[in-house]
């Protein structure tokens, strides 16, 4: 964690209140907003992905699930990935439930969570919108997950926050992967091999 992770961590968790309902994507920034949500109360998770920075909440008793509005008292995630702490805690956990990506990321389904609130990260970011998020400078990085199925049920959750993929600026020259792009589609800023108009 950096200076400027941290910091867009905390610009990020000012859009969540208490009694959200969490989504939260795999990288430094999503972890660096769960480490600010330790005063939150009430927070409820729907997630494709269950990793330490929930375990952590769920530890200090910041996740109740209390008042998602679907699967009330319950964690809902597809899958699992961090320490063996993680690994420990949901096995035979009541209180975790695991479903396929089929519904777990339906935008429907997401979308009947309470107050629901995607948190999610980018490669890049271009002036007109575009996202990257599964590549850096036209080579690829990562898969694309269940980010656009959640920023699209967060936007129809009722007072749900769709938050816009997070990135750092980088002041650097356009021969290297920085942010914002005039546009996605120049010769020297090659296309993301997926992207998401904002």
Same mark, same amino acid.
């Given at each position: 964690?950096?200076?400027?992770?941290?910091?867009?961590? %905390?610009? #990020?968790s000012l859009l969540i209140e208490d009694g959200c309902t969490l989504q939260a994507g795999?990288? %430094?920034?999503? =972890?660096? #907003?769960?480490?600010?949500?330790?005063?939150?109360? =009430?927070?409820?998770?729907?997630?494709?992905?269950?990793?330490?920075?929930?375990?952590?909440l769920y530890k200090n008793g910041n996740i109740t699930n209390r008042f998602k509005g679907?699967?009330?008292?319950?964690?809902?995630?597809?899958? $699992?990935?961090?320490?063996? %702490?993680?690994?420990?805690?949901?096995?035979?956990?009541p209180h975790v439930e695991f479903h396929g990506t089929a519904y777990v990321n339906n935008?429907? #389904?997401?979308?009947?969570?309470?107050?629901?609130?995607?948190?999610?990260? +980018?490669?890049?970011? =271009?002036?007109?919108?575009?996202? #990257?998020?599964?590549?850096?400078?036209?080579?690829?990085?990562?898969?694309?997950?269940?980010?656009?199925?959640?920023?699209?049920? +967060?936007?129809?959750?009722?007072?749900?926050?769709?938050?816009?993929? $997070?990135? &750092?600026?980088?002041?650097?020259? &356009?021969?290297?992967?920085?942010?914002?792009?005039?546009?996605?589609?120049?010769?020297?800023? &090659? &296309?993301?091999?997926?992207?998401?108009?904002?």
């Amino acid at each position: 964690m950096d200076e400027v992770t941290l910091q867009i961590g %905390k610009y #990020v968790s000012l859009l969540i209140e208490d009694g959200c309902t969490l989504q939260a994507g795999i990288g %430094k920034i999503p =972890d660096a #907003v769960l480490r600010r949500l330790t005063g939150y109360n =009430d927070l409820g998770v729907h997630t494709e992905m269950f990793s330490d920075g929930l375990l952590n909440l769920y530890k200090n008793g910041n996740i109740t699930n209390r008042f998602k509005g679907l699967h009330e008292g319950k964690t809902i995630a597809s899958f $699992c990935f961090g320490s063996q %702490k993680v690994y420990d805690f949901v096995d035979n956990n009541p209180h975790v439930e695991f479903h396929g990506t089929a519904y777990v990321n339906n935008p429907l #389904v997401i979308a009947r969570n309470r107050r629901m609130v995607s948190i999610t990260s +980018a490669t890049q970011v =271009d002036l007109t919108g575009q996202i #990257v998020s599964d590549s850096v400078a036209g080579q690829f990085y990562s898969g694309l997950g269940g980010q656009v199925d959640f920023i699209r049920g +967060a936007g129809m959750s009722p007072a749900g926050v769709p938050s816009s993929p $997070c990135l &750092p600026r980088q002041r650097t020259a &356009p021969s290297r992967a920085s942010s914002p792009w005039p546009a996605l589609e120049q010769e020297w800023a &090659p &296309p993301g091999v997926t992207s998401i108009t904002w």
